[in-house]
């Protein structure tokens, strides 16, 4: 089995990216054509996201097995405590290793539905992420990610409080960590240092930082309020103005997301995690600026 964390461990920056389950045949065919044009750039890893509750359970487990099977690619499937007993859980587990995935990303989940309404756990079930990840870690020969938030846990008390949790989840047996988008390189550094403080060896269990292309305005708004993720007001006057022109959001979400990239290389970062929409060609640009396209790639 190749682990995340294998290919994290590169003398050479390297980038991973993510995608969700398709909804229909014809968003299937998108996210084929963005995984084709992907793969000859050999990212660290995919992974696939699943719906809240398990909504998407089964197409989660598809998609990332036919990325197992038909593809170069390194999958790496989500799976959400939400809704699940701990029966259910060792399922779809199983299910994962049976179509060769063992790159797993744990998370406890959000409510269906309503992401910011009452978290209830099942009563066969867990409640915390740190519990996903010992339950996955027991079960086999897996490589476990967890997410990490730069403005916090929307049910953390306090950044403190949720720093003392995501290290719980890391020393529960977690290989690296993803963190939810953000447009603010600051916001991530000062997340990165909040973890370091607590005695996390980072060069032992990589941080990832996320970014998203910005795509529209609509679109990103919404995702920031499912992430819990502040828009800082100068990116908003960016993208703002040119709210009806899609092509010219784009553009400029290019830009900002190739801004944020390059000052975390210049920090020192040498993972990029991208929320690709299930499109490839904002992040194909983004990395062609950085000089990180393999040279029969560069567009």
């Known amino acids: ?27 299937e065919r998108q996210l084929w054509r963005a995984i084709r044009e992907l793969e000859p750039l050999d990212p660290a890893f995919v992974s696939v996201t699943y719906g809240a509750g398990g909504s998407s359970r ?13 593809t170069t690619l390194l999958p790496v499937a989500h799976l959400t405590a939400v809704n699940h ?62 997410a990490a938030y730069p403005f916090g846990h929307p049910r953390s008390a306090d950044l403190d409080t949720d720093a003392e949790f995501f290290v719980r989840k890391l ?11 953000f447009f603010r390189v600051d916001d991530f550094l000062r997340l990165r240092d909040r973890i370091a403080s607590r005695g996390v060896d980072l060069d032992q269990v990589p941080l990832l930082p996320g970014l998203m292309p910005i795509r529209s ?19 908003i006057a960016r993208v ?3 709210a009806g022109d899609l092509e010219a959001v784009r553009a400029i979400g290019v830009d900002i997301a190739t801004e944020l990239a390059q000052r975390l290389l ?34």
């Open 171 to 181: 020393r529960a047996g977690s290989h690296y960590a993803v963190s939810q988008m």
């Open 85 to 146: 007993s701990v029966a259910e859980l060792r399922n779809v587990i199983g299910s994962y290793a049976s179509v060769g995935v063992r790159n797993i990303l744990a998370l406890r989940g959000d409510p269906p539905g309503d992401p910011n309404g009452e978290w209830v756990k099942h009563p066969q079930g867990l409640t915390y992420a740190e519990e996903l990840v010992r339950l996955i870690r027991d079960l086999g020969d897996f490589c476990v990610g967890v």
């Open 1 to 27: 089995m190749t682990a995340v964390v294998d290919r994290l461990r590169s003398d050479r920056p390297v980038f991973s990216v993510e995608f969700f389950p398709p909804k229909d045949a014809e968003a």
């Open 217 to 235: 305005v609509k679109g990103v708004q919404k995702m920031a309020e499912m992430a819990n993720t502040e828009i800082p007001p100068e990116v």
């Open 58 to 70: 089964d197409r989660t487990i598809r998609v990332t097995g036919r990325i197992a099977q038909e």
């Open 240 to 242: 703002e103005p040119y």
């Open 266 to 299: 210049d920090e020192g970062l040498k993972n990029l995690h991208f929320y690709t929409m299930n499109r490839s060609n904002s992040t194909v640009q983004v990395l062609d600026r950085l000089g990180l396209l393999p040279a029969r790639a560069r567009v």
